[in-house]
């Protein structure tokens, strides 16, 4: 094994894969010999490795080693494993990328400090990997969308404008008022703490969301991102494909958006009034949209910008709450095209931010549409069925949502304002529909034309 030599893992961890012989030589020798004599895994592993940690132990306290100057000069880290060929691994939770220099002397003082504590020995040499959660990456199969009123409401002026009662739904349920109201703050605070001006997010920012919140609920459970995870999980990439660092710059830039803005809702009455609480209950969401802590790993031999999620997305609690939750298969999401017999081929269409908002918009369209049909049909039934004990003729109860998505409407949601990205835009929505088509996602949709120009497709679910 070489000296000096600091590799990554593939798991993004810095790895010290050789020791230094300056300045603490004879204790470094010291180390390369209780390297390869370490433990193997028998059921005196415990033992073992305690008398090795000792050892060491005596040795930097006679050579007048403390955690006190160690902590001076090391960030806050933690120790991963200690194989039996002498590897260490080790994290250091810093966003700054440390000096190759640096990092060999914060791989020292890691060590030692672990060695100095009083800290238990673990019951295995493996064990060790538990004080650390490891970088993960990770390929969804289902896609989440939350999509309730004030998530809807993100992308309309909510932020930054006040103390405001959000009309969280209109429809009147078992004889009482329609109108529901949840008192809501939702504020954009800078790097400094403080309250900016308005800045609303985007139906990008709305799909980088729905993607953090699929990978809460169905990733890595230590919870830590990357853009690059993130990305890949937004288009439904391989892990061969490299992101472009223009791809990977809109998604950091849709995070470090989200994790600034902070919401405040009070829906203590809309809960009670959908019967999910009862009266003394209190339900308060204070959150950022995305609580996220920032820190710098290396994985494949490259730096990278890592997230930890600290806590369930915001508005996930929220949606989940009311159950106002969609979720598909993750493959909606790597839109392929289809041949002139309407077979799905094997080439995906290329991403741009545009058309990661474009087909984001439409599969949450479709799927409302999908949803109301069902619950139109179920309210149907109940309604053949009391007419038919009454002795009278059923209802007819239509469907709250138009199976018609406008293009105008597109546009706007979608920010799309210049004519020349309206008609590529155009052109991939029918290639979105036609795949979802093959797919069996939708029957058909029917294009409404005014003039000679397309303004709406209606779709047949």
């Known amino acids: 094994m070489d000296e000096n030599k600091v590799e990554a893992n593939n798991e993004g961890q810095y790895v010290l894969a ?30 073992g490795f305690e008398e090795w940690r000792q050892s060491i132990k005596g040795k930097l306290i006679d050579a007048g080693i403390t955690i006190d100057e160690l902590s001076k000069v090391t960030p806050p880290g933690e120790i991963v494993s200690l194989t039996p060929s002498g590897e260490i691994e080790f994290y250091i939770d810093s966003e700054e ?110 799909q980088v969301g729905d993607t953090l919140a699929s990978l809460w609920l169905y990733g890595d459970p230590n919870h830590i991102i990357t853009p690059e995870i993130v990305y890949r999980n937004l288009t439904q990439r391989t892990q061969s494909e490299t992101p472009s660092p223009q791809q990977i710059g809109a998604v950091t830039r849709s995070i470090e958006k989200m994790r600034r803005v902070h919401v405040y809702v009070d829906a203590t009455e809309e809960m009670k009034r959908r019967g999910i609480i009862s009266d003394g209950q209190q339900v308060i969401f204070d959150d950022f ?35 106002q939750l969609i979720t598909t298969s993750a493959d909606l999401l790597d839109i392929k095209r289809v041949d002139k017999h309407g077979n799905i081929t094997t080439a995906s269409i290329p991403n741009t931010e545009n058309r990661i908002a474009v087909k984001g918009y439409l599969l949450r369209r479709i799927e409302v549409i999908r949803n ?90």
């Open 18 to 47: 050789g020791f230094l012989t300056q300045p603490l030589d004879d204790l470094i020798k010291s180390l390369i010999i209780l390297r390869d004599n370490l433990p193997q895994n028998s059921p005196d592993d415990a033992a």
């Open 372 to 461: 109301d049909i069902a619950k139109t049909a179920e309210k149907q039934r109940k309604e053949n069925a009391r007419a038919k004990r009454a002795g009278e003729t059923p209802k007819k109860i239509k469907q709250e949502q138009e199976p018609t998505i406008l293009f105008d409407t597109l546009f706007a949601e979608t920010g799309i304002t210049k004519k020349d990205a309206q008609t590529d835009t155009r052109k991939y929505v029918f290639e979105v529909l036609d795949f979802y088509k093959a797919k069996g996602r939708i029957k058909a949709y029917k294009k409404r034309t005014k003039g000679r120009a397309v303004t709406a497709v209606t779709i047949e679910i």
């Open 289 to 323: 949209i995305i609580s996220l802590r920032a820190m710098t790993v290396r994985s494949s031999g490259r730096t990278l910008k890592a997230y930890k999620m600290q806590s369930e997305p915001v508005l996930l609690s929220y949606s989940k709450m009311t159950k």
């Open 97 to 206: 990328e440390p000096a190759e220099k640096t990092l060999q002397d914060l791989s020292y003082g890691l060590l030692f400090k672990w060695i100095l504590s009083d800290e238990p020995a673990p019951q295995k040499i493996e064990a060790i990997e538990e004080l650390i959660p490891q970088l993960k990456s990770i390929s969804l199969k289902k896609h989440t969308m939350p999509n309730n009123k004030l998530t809807n409401e993100m992308q309309r002026g909510i932020i930054g404008d006040g103390p405001q009662e959000l009309i969280v739904s209109s429809r009147a349920t078992r004889g009482k008022p329609a109108e529901i109201t949840a008192y809501t703050i939702v504020t954009y605070e800078g790097e400094d703490g403080l309250v900016k001006s308005t800045k609303s997010l985007t139906e990008y920012d709305r």
